[in-house]
Nanobody, 123 residues
């Protein structure tokens, strides 16, 4: 059974940085696409970033490109989201997600989700 557990959220001032972690367990993730989404209050869940567990290539939403970096550490079965130059509009609950096959910017196709971690950016 796949389990995803996010951590690293918190309160930070605008311009600051945070690193989120997603610890994955329950199987080998070769062939999986791993993604980060976020949901701000009153808004739909938004694609943030994605990568493939077994190959290079990273993908970003337009609102975070150049500020956020997704990466993985295979030995720890962990995916990270380094968030720099944070803005108040980055305030949201951040979710880690996984699916087999191609990555997608749609949250509808991901099979596995973590519980989310809150990120709050103050102005």
């Amino acid at each position: 059974q796949v389990q995803l557990a996010e951590s690293g959220g918190g309160l930070v001032q605008a311009g600051g940085s945070l690193r989120l972690s997603c610890a994955a367990s329950g199987r080998t993730f070769s062939g999986y696409a791993m993604a980060w989404f976020r949901r701000a209050p009153g808004k739909e869940r938004e694609f943030v970033a994605a990568l493939y567990w077994s190959s290079t290539g990273t993908y970003y939403g337009d609102s975070v490109k150049g500020r956020f970096t997704i990466s993985r550490e295979s030995a720890k079965n962990t995916v990270y989201l380094q968030m720099n130059s944070l803005k108040p509009e980055d305030t949201a609950v951040y979710y880690c997600a996984a699916r087999t096959g191609w990555y997608s910017r749609s949250d509808q196709v991901y099979d596995h989700w973590g519980q989310g971690t809150q990120v709050t950016v103050s102005s």
